[in-house]
């Protein structure tokens, strides 16, 4: 008895070190204060502020017209309020079969913004209430991290057009990086605040 417990101990307490320094290297990546000038996170090799889609049909139904918005961007009330509207969806019909409808939405809710514990997608949740907006681009989140953007930079300007483009600014967007340090608006450049 005795002596399984002591040749246990140096195991038990590797085990304890790996799992208690994974755990805070992951609360640094995911952190998100919102006025984050770097910060230890910066310092890892990827950041990730929403983790990106990574479902081949969501990718590829609703990636055909625009980004494939990551899933955690949105609460699963959302996206269960897009996916049941696809008919008319922001003026296109992009309705699909209905196994394929019932296989995005149970991916998309599974990983929605209340669902989700990665990187800004539980600040979006607590943001937003009970709030179900099919827009990101509508919500104040999304309007207090963009309100210093002039519109003529977005909707007069053949490269972006929409807000809803954030690949355009956003160079790491495919990557889930959206760092403020890391945007550039086309034909403006980088962005500095
Ligand atoms: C036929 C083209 C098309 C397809 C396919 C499509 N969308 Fe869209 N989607 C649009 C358009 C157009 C907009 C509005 C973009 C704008 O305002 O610039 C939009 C906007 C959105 C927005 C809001 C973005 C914001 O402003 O925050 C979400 C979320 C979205 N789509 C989800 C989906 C999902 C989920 C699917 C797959 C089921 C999908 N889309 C497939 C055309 C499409
Ligand atoms: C016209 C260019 C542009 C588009 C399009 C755009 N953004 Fe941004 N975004 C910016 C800029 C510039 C900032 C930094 C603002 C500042 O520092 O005042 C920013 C900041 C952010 C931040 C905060 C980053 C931080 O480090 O605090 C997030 C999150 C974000 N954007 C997500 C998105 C998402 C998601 C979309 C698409 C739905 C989007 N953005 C579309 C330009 C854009």
């Not at 899933?71 to 394929?100: C, K, V, Y």
């Not at 989700?116 to 709030?131: C, K, N, T």
Request: hydrophobic residues 35%.
């Amino acid at each position: 008895m005795n002596k399984i417990r002591i040749t246990n101990i140096p195991l038990i307490l590797f085990l304890t070190l790996t799992a208690a320094l994974s755990l805070s290297l992951q609360a640094c990546a995911y952190e998100d204060d919102d006025d984050d000038e770097g910060g230890f996170s910066r310092l890892l090799p990827v950041r990730v502020d929403f983790r990106p889609a990574d479902d081949p049909q969501y990718l590829e139904e609703c990636g055909a017209c625009h980004l494939a918005y990551p899933p955690g961007m949105l609460p699963a009330a959302s996206w269960h309020r897009i996916m049941a509207g696809l008919d008319d969806h922001f003026g296109e019909n992009a309705e699909l079969d209905a196994q394929t409808t019932r296989h995005i939405t149970d991916y998309l809710t599974a990983n929605a913004a209340d669902r989700s514990p990665i990187g800004r997608a539980p600040h979006v949740a607590r943001s937003l209430g009970v709030d179900a907006p099919l827009r990101f681009t509508e919500t104040r989140y999304f309007l207090r991290k963009h309100h210093e953007i002039p519109p003529r930079l977005v909707l007069d300007n053949p490269d972006v057009g929409s807000f809803s483009r954030c690949e355009a600014c956003h160079v790491g967007a495919e990557r889930g990086n959206y760092d403020e340090h890391q945007v550039r608006i086309p034909g403006v450049g980088r962005w500095d605040d």
